[in-house]
């Protein structure tokens, strides 16, 4: 895995989230411009990255998303993978994953041809985004601050900048650290 800048080319935090049309894997359409007026996560997202798979084995993932929906906020998982790629689940097999992992997500969109990801210059895998409810891009970056946590109990300890951002969203105050280094595996575009 490697560590990635949080510097996006399409992007950019304070600007307009880039929107974007993909289906999901139970064939519903989604897009940011739907959720107008609630917070969004967007959380680009591998099966067979190991550090993807730290978060959801120590449920710290679960746990971001279930607050995060607490907060009223939506969260879109997107698997910018290339066909035959790492990770590359077709709708059936990213549904079990789901069900295995006890995700608390609104939706699982597959982004095979990648568009979506380079429209965000999503990096690496776990790469979250957080969209304010006026479609702004509010932050950007890793889930936390431990990048070299393996375990639950360092996990645990980790300061968590999506829940922290949302936070700040809903206390009406700007996020003070709106781009991180996000830390994971590649995303494995298609070329």
Aim: some cysteine; hydrophobic content about 45%.
């Amino acid at each position: 895995f490697t560590a990635v800048a949080a510097v996006s080319l399409g992007a950019e935090i304070g600007q307009p989230a880039p929107d974007f049309q993909l289906t999901d894997i139970t064939g519903v359409a989604q897009s940011v411009a739907q959720y107008r007026g609630r917070i969004v996560v967007l959380e680009w997202v591998n099966p067979g990255c190991p550090v993807v798979q730290r978060h959801y084995d120590t449920g710290n993932m679960q746990k971001t998303q279930r607050a995060a929906a607490a907060a009223g906020a939506v969260w879109l998982c997107i698997n910018s993978g290339g066909p035959g790629a790492q990770g590359d689940l077709n709708n059936d097999a990213a549904a079990a994953w789901l069900k295995r992992r006890e995700s608390a997500v609104q939706a699982y969109c597959r982004d095979s041809d990648g568009k979506v990801g380079r429209l965000y210059g999503a990096k690496a895998t776990p790469h979250l985004y957080v969209i304010d409810a006026a479609g702004r891009l509010a932050y950007m970056g890793a889930i936390d601050d431990r990048p070299n946590a393996w375990d639950a109990a360092a996990t645990a300890g980790a300061k968590n900048y999506v829940l922290a951002a949302i936070a700040s969203l809903q206390a009406g105050q700007p996020v003070a650290k709106p781009a991180t280094q996000a830390y994971g595996c590649a995303v494995k575009y298609a070329r």
